[in-house]
């Protein structure tokens, strides 16, 4: 990890991305094929095939699904696409990978921007279409996500058919009992692109360590192959940060019945976008969280980002 003043404070540990993962039974039972949701593509006008797909695989409580007459949206059984929450500012698994594949980007640069984007109107159209899947019955509301059930044991109730979801969650996912998953690469954007977040974490040392040496040998362990190649890859549970380990874990992964390639193709074809690095997050948190909310709570429409934006804009004046 390299600060704004050029120094490294960190070791790179692993990295993750943003994909798909899909309740296999539930996507049979829609008529759905695997290889459809290979290729899905999404835009903020009708949602494309994204969103038929997301229809489909929503069932209310008569049995009846979103893209059927009669569908009563007020008594959902199956949500098609779960939610875990509006994303504040950064929406890395909520709406992040739509918004930058509608060709938005977060800031002026990266890292260290001077100003925010959330005014753009590419990202109040994706925040308006991805909004409009809870009105139309498609996504759970911001009351059902914020009940004190978790997106993750939702799905494994079969409240969710599919969810977004970082790599780093994989095993979570494939552990739940009784449920059958698999995934999917997120949809193609208007840029004819896909997009997701490129993120990661970094062994660093405290300041106030008693023993800087010990933990210091421990911090470049962690960051060496022995460790990324024979310990983190073999466990299948994160990408290491290391290339060469990368491949192990995807062996790792697929070992254990899961093909992880929605989650690195975005490496290997060049459509990370790297998350977000400025100073006073805490702050752009703060004002994002209350927006977003009331946005994906319909108690405020997307030109509420307006004023939002200018706030944010206004701790780099």
Known sequence: MVA???????????????AVIYNTDLLK????????????SWNPQDGGTYEKVIA???????????????????????????LNGSGAGFG??????????????????????????????????????????IDKGYM???????????????????????????SWNTKT??????????????????????????????????????NPDAAWAWVKFLGSPAC?????????IVFPAIKTATVKAEQAFKDAGIDVKPFT???????????????HWADITATMTETMDAIFSFKADVNSLDQANATVNGLFG
């Open 29 to 40: 039972k829609a008529g759905i094929k695997p290889e459809e949701m290979a290729e899905l």
């Open 56 to 82: 489909r695989l929503t069932v209310d409580k008569n049995g009846k699904r979103g893209d059927e007459p009669g569908f009563d949206k007020k008594n959902v059984a199956t949500y098609g696409l779960g």
């Open 92 to 133: 890395q698994t909520e709406w992040s990978m739509y918004a930058m594949s509608n060709g938005w980007q977060y800031g002026d640069k990266n890292p260290w921007p001077t100003t925010f984007n959330y005014a753009d109107p590419k990202f109040k159209e994706t925040i308006k279409w991805f909004t409009s899947l």
């Open 140 to 166: 759970p509301t911001m009351d059902i996500v914020s009940s004190g059930v978790g997106q993750i044991d939702a799905y494994g109730a079969g409240k969710y058919a599919m969810v977004t979801e970082g």
């Open 265 to 279: 193709m975005h490496v290997e074809q060049g459509t990370t976008h790297l998350a977000p690095i400025a100073e």
């Open 4 to 18: 704004k003043d050029g120094k490294r404070y960190g070791l790179p540990k692993d990295f993750d991305t943003v």
């Open 173 to 210: 996912y494939w552990n739940l009992k009784g449920v059958k998953s698999a995934l999917a690469p997120t949809p193609i954007g208007p840029t004819g692109k896909r997009a997701s977040l490129f993120n990661g974490l970094a062994d660093n040392i405290s300041a106030t360590s008693d």
């Open 228 to 236: 990324q190649e024979d310990i983190v890859a073999k466990e299948a």
